[in-house]
């Protein structure tokens, strides 16, 4: 079956340029990127376009890959090799044979499977469960993954050598959002596939309905997409979609980091370096009380700071927790001295009576 890509923008193109460098030759491939770009379709892509194309595609989801049955998976058994056997299993290796194995989800195996992996990719040799003869095999390997592959490695789930014996040609899928120029092909292209495919007419969208579909940040990526123009279509709109017919997920506001620029202007590094601390030191004490409600002990011991010097820095920048009494109320410190919550930053060394308190 032959596979076509979709796309226009800049990043599309990059990354079909280089596939259809390497894509002739035998050398193996890690495709990494967020769920949902198509990993396996751009596999099936090389796959198609290499001398392999007449031969089996064979697609392995590792995650459903128990370490208990890899070899037998992968490599199959003779007749009488375990209690239940078959009469005899070719395995994926073979089944794949002058073709293209595609191993999705490579960083769900297990590490007791990823050393057989290993060895086998090694020489392209195996042996079948329950069989002496050592077999050679002529497959091509395609790997992909969603995961941080060197997070993972790092933290010891990953092994470095098979990491490095699978990525010698990287390719890197970037996420729907980082290529919007690509989708009113993609949408033009599921909208009369679906049409087709359910005998419907064709799906119409509004201005303002094209509009938010083109600036939306598509979380589910080229899968997400699918599944909303499928959804349209089936829902028989006998209007151009609007706004409101859209099944998007709500969006929650980023919050924008204070650029470093307001900091800049004309003045001397070290004055523009204390106002960025100040002011970073203030959210942070504000954001840590909230996630603590309030409770300055509490704040204090996640901050990792001594209740005093905590409560010094909220008298510095003059914070008071929402949940902290209301004016004419007081609260202690270390000390034992009461300070004053209209404004703890202009009453340090006083001490007021009254008779309710809070602790620090």
Request: aromatic content about 8%; glycine content about 6%.
């Amino acid at each position: 079956m032959t596979v076509s890509l979709i796309g226009r923008s800049l990043a599309h193109r990059k990354l079909i340029a280089t596939i259809l460098k390497i894509a002739p030759t035998d050398v193996e491939v890690l495709i990494s990127g967020p769920s949902g770009v198509g990993k396996e379709l751009y596999a099936r892509f090389i796959h198609g376009r290499s001398e392999r194309r007449h031969a089996a595609f064979v697609p392995v989801n590792c995650g459903a890959l128990p370490t208990e049955l890899f070899e037998n998976e992968f490599f199959g058994h003779v007749g009488g090799a375990f209690t239940g056997a078959r009469p005899q299993s070719e395995g994926l290796v073979a089944e794949a044979e002058r073709g293209t194995l595609f191993l999705d989800e490579i960083d769900s195996l297990s590490l007791a499977s990823q050393v057989k992996l290993l060895r086998y990719l090694e020489d392209g040799e195996y042996r079948r469960l329950g069989e002496t003869r050592i077999r050679r095999s002529n497959v091509r390997f395609i790997a992909a993954s969603n995961a941080d592959l060197s997070a993972a490695m790092r933290e010891g789930r990953f092994r470095e050598d098979l990491f490095f014996r699978l990525r010698v040609v990287p390719i890197e899928v970037p996420p729907l959002r980082e290529r919007r120029d690509d989708i009113p092909l993609l949408m033009s292209n599921y909208v009369d596939s679906y049409a087709r495919m359910y005998r419907l007419p064709k799906l119409r969208f509004s201005e303002s309905a094209m509009q938010l579909l083109c600036s939306y940040n598509w979380p589910g990526n080229i899968r997400e997409l699918k599944n909303c123009m499928q959804y349209l279509t089936c829902l028989r709109l006998e209007e151009p979609a609007q706004p409101q017919d859209l099944p998007l997920l709500v969006e929650e506001p980023e919050k924008q980091a204070a650029p470093v620029t307001v900091f800049v202007s004309e003045r001397p590094l070290k004055e523009a370096k204390r106002e960025l601390v100040s002011r970073f030191e203030r959210e942070y004490l504000q954001e840590v009380l909230r996630q603590n409600n309030g409770n300055i002990a509490h704040a204090a011991r996640a901050s990792g700071k001594p209740r005093r010097a905590f409560f010094e820095l909220m008298r510095k920048y003059g914070i008071r927790p929402a949940e902290l009494p209301e004016e004419g109320d007081s609260f202690s410190g270390n000390d034992g001295n009461e300070v004053s919550a209209t404004n703890p930053a202009t009453n340090a060394g006083t001490t007021t009576k009254h008779n309710r308190k809070v602790n620090v």
